[in-house]
């Protein structure tokens, strides 16, 4: 089968609302590369969206699944109860940031995780509010859209969406918004739309994900805990991207002075297989009726046993230290081209979480046809890149953090090329 048959067949068999980055068909992977079915070969910078931390088919991982396979496939968790939920559940409660007791229920997709999170909220306080940021992303669900801090391609259509949700402008000194500016913004929203009294929790990403890889400054991230703890509104950490070793610690919360009351989790989870999880604090977590919570597939036995296998790889192969390392080296050669490709406006992020983000020289404006043509250039190239961003003006690196290292430096070649000739 070759790629253009696929690429029609797909054109009269699939909906255009499914948007594909890449008009290429894959056959096979392994670690960090990728194969067509026309045999190209591909370093894969986008890992599944952040999905494959320890990369394609981690042989642990492999063997988990197939371990588990052989002995069940399927029960519903909620009808007959396995052990590995309970095990994963106990691990999770121990790894998250905290020595408080803490509870964990798993679920599919990371939006799932948010729904959960939210209606865990609203049940804990008896309260439907819900304040989030803009550039945020949560989800394509209803309320996940509603969460969402971008119109285009996300909400486009969908309307209305669930009330009761507002949203605050991001500290990003880049883009002219202070940490000042965002706390007034804050209490402009408990003047102006809705009482503090009547939010249950306040929603955001350590470090926004499709939002552009804008990390929260640690003296902002302290003032939303101050604001909760005074008005008793719950603190969700929304680490479905960051979590699982890709800002360098295990978890992006680590690298504040502060604790969340929920985390969401989901994508390097498990591995590639679909798995999510909402932990908090266990008397928040107790707040739901039995039955409240839940999903037919939520927690499904093979992803369970994936994501013991990624725990026991990132804890073996030290996986948040090669985050670390990985996103050093990718930010010093980006830095070493701000003089000869004027274009790159800023290098950022935590650990392996990079990004570049583009403006024009002469005008200032987030300059997308330009990253366009980067992406253009290393595809071409045989180095998968995926875009972010409120502008889309961003490149964001979400590499394996296994990947090889000669892998790695051939991949970084393929980038500084890119940006040369863009």
Not at 82 to 109: C, D, M, Q, W
Not at 260 to 271: E, I
Not at 290 to 296: E, V
Not at 308 to 320: N, Y
């Amino acid at each position: 089968m070759d790629n253009q048959t696929l690429q029609q067949r797909k054109d009269a068999a699939t909906p255009r609302g499914v948007g594909v980055m890449c008009n290429f068909y894959a056959d096979r992977a392994e670690n960090a590369e990728l194969w067509d079915v026309e045999g190209r070969r591909y370093i894969d910078f986008a890992a599944g969206i952040a999905v494959l931390n320890t990369g394609h088919r981690h042989p642990k991982v492999v063997a988990a699944i197939s371990d588990q396979l052989g002995r069940f496939t399927h029960t519903a968790y909620q009808i007959v109860p396995y052990g590995s939920y309970v095990e994963l559940a106990e691990r999770i409660n121990r790894i998250t940031p905290g020595s408080h007791a803490k509870k964990t229920a798993f679920f599919s997709t990371g939006a799932e995780a948010v729904e959960n999170a939210v209606k865990i909220a609203r049940a804990a306080t008896g309260r439907p509010g819900v304040i989030a940021f803009g550039g945020a992303f949560h989800g394509r669900t209803m309320l996940g859209m509603a969460l969402t801090g971008k119109v285009v391609p996300y909400k486009v259509g969908f309307g209305p969406f669930p009330g009761d949700i507002y949203h605050l402008p991001f500290p990003n000194a880049l883009h002219g918004v202070t940490e000042e500016a965002a706390l007034k913004a804050l209490q402009q929203v408990f003047k102006a739309d809705i009482d503090a009294a009547r939010v249950a929790a306040i929603i955001v990403e350590p470090v926004q994900g499709e939002g552009g890889f804008y990390m929260v400054p640690p003296g902002f991230m302290r003032a939303l805990r101050q604001v909760c703890d005074d008005h008793g509104i719950l603190l969700i950490a929304d680490e479905v991207q960051t979590g699982f070793a890709r800002t360098g610690k295990l978890f992006a919360m680590e690298h504040y002075d502060v604790l969340p009351d929920l985390m969401t989790l989901a994508k390097s989870l498990a591995g590639g297989m679909p798995l999510s999880a909402v932990c908090g604090r266990a008397e928040i977590m107790d707040a739901a009726q039995p039955g409240g919570l839940g999903g037919t597939y939520a927690g499904n036995p093979l992803a369970v046993a994936a994501a013991h296998a990624v725990l026991d790889v990132l804890e073996e192969e030290q996986l948040a230290e090669r985050a670390n390392h990985l996103g050093g080296k990718l930010k010093e050669r980006l830095q070493a081209l701000r003089g000869q490709v004027p274009q790159i406006a800023d290098v950022r992020g935590p650990g392996g979480m990079v990004a570049v983000e583009f403006k024009h020289p002469v005008t200032g404006e987030p300059d997308v046809d330009f990253l366009k043509r980067v992406q253009s250039r290393a595809l071409a190239g045989g180095l998968l890149l995926l875009s972010c961003g409120t502008y889309g003006n961003v490149i964001r690196f979400l590499f394996p953090l296994t990947i090889a290292d000669a892998t790695f430096d051939e991949a970084l070649d393929v980038l500084d090329n890119a940006l040369r000739q863009a």
